[in-house]
């Protein structure tokens, strides 16, 4: 890596986001972070600087539900870094029940899935000057419950759910990730930018705070020492900067253990996988002119 080299990371204001920040800071990066808060970015900026002191912090705000925000937030980005190192997509939501954007999508696949596909398509340029850049993508073994995948239409579904049912779509979304990763590998094969999905195992983040009594569980799971989210950092950071993962690309990799994960089906097939981007694409830039890429 280069001197203060840049990383960006999206959900950094809390959870694993904000620790994969703490510690990449520590590492000489800069700090290129999402927030929706001003508040919290600021609370964020002044605890990482309770580890880092000098550490060098630049906020981005929108709201990675809407498409529109991630487009104009990937350009200011872009515009003003020639070069980023990292792009951390980690920001995800669990919702309980359905929220649909002002774009017309469900909240869940917005933030989940579209806005990291979104961010990356324009950030590519100054991945690319990197040299050697990595794109590290958020993913989980929660995709093994994903019910049944059906293309195209999951990606514009917005019927109604209930907290029970919550946990397949949101199972779903991390297996999109999965496959948006390989196929974005294989897309990207030859330009220098690894790109890479992980499963950070269970982790007490506030993930589920929508729940009710999400606090006093979370409480006391931190009293038992269940779900640190060191942990699912640890293997955030590793993939960021160890060696060895700079030499593979479309991998999907566990926490504690560091190894290879084979995806459940259809994450793991090369048509399916090909299926989702060209749904993808179709959905978010030819359909939409206010978002092209």
């Given at each position: 890596m280069p001197t203060n080299p840049v990383a960006v990371i999206t959900g950094a204001t809390s959870g694993l986001g904000q620790l994969a920040a703490i510690e990449l800071a520590r590492h000489g990066f800069r700090l290129i972070l999402t927030a929706r808060?001003?508040?919290?970015?600021?609370?964020?900026?002044?605890?990482?600087?309770?580890?880092?002191?000098?550490?060098?912090?630049?906020?981005?705000?929108?709201?990675?539900?809407?498409?529109?925000?991630?487009?104009?937030?990937?350009?200011?980005?872009?515009?003003?870094?020639?070069?980023?190192?990292?792009?951390?997509?980690?920001?995800?939501?669990?919702?309980?029940?359905?929220?649909?954007?002002?774009?017309?999508f469900g909240e869940m696949v917005a933030v989940n899935y579209f806005a990291p596909w979104l961010l990356t398509q324009i950030l590519q340029p100054s991945l690319m000057k990197a040299g050697q850049a990595r794109v590290v993508n958020v993913a989980s073994e929660a995709s093994r419950r994903h019910g049944i995948l059906q293309l195209p239409g999951d990606l514009s579904d917005t019927s109604s759910f209930t907290a029970r049912g919550s946990s397949a779509l949101y199972g779903k979304t991390k297996l999109l990730n999965i496959m948006f990763t390989a196929e974005l590998a294989r897309r990207w094969t030859g330009s220098g930018i690894t790109v890479n999905a992980l499963n950070p195992g269970f982790n007490v983040t506030g993930l589920g705070r929508e729940l009710r009594f999400a606090g006093a569980i979370e409480r006391m799971l931190k009293i038992l020492h269940i779900g640190d989210p060191c942990r699912g950092t640890d293997i955030i950071i590793r993939l960021i900067l160890e060696p060895e993962y700079g030499k593979v690309t479309g991998g999907y990799f566990n926490v504690g253990t560091g190894r290879s994960i084979e995806p459940v089906f259809p994450g793991n097939d090369a048509v399916q996988q090909k299926k989702l981007w060209e749904a993808t694409e179709d959905l978010l830039c030819k359909k939409n002119e206010r978002m092209p890429v």
């Open positions: 808060s001003k508040e919290r970015a600021e609370a964020t900026a002044t605890k990482i600087r309770q580890y880092t002191p000098g550490a060098q912090i630049d906020f981005y705000y929108g709201d990675l539900s809407l498409m529109k925000d991630v487009h104009r937030v990937g350009q200011e980005i872009l515009s003003a870094h020639a070069v980023i190192d990292v792009l951390l997509n980690n920001a995800g939501i669990h919702a309980f029940e359905l929220r649909v954007t002002a774009e017309g």
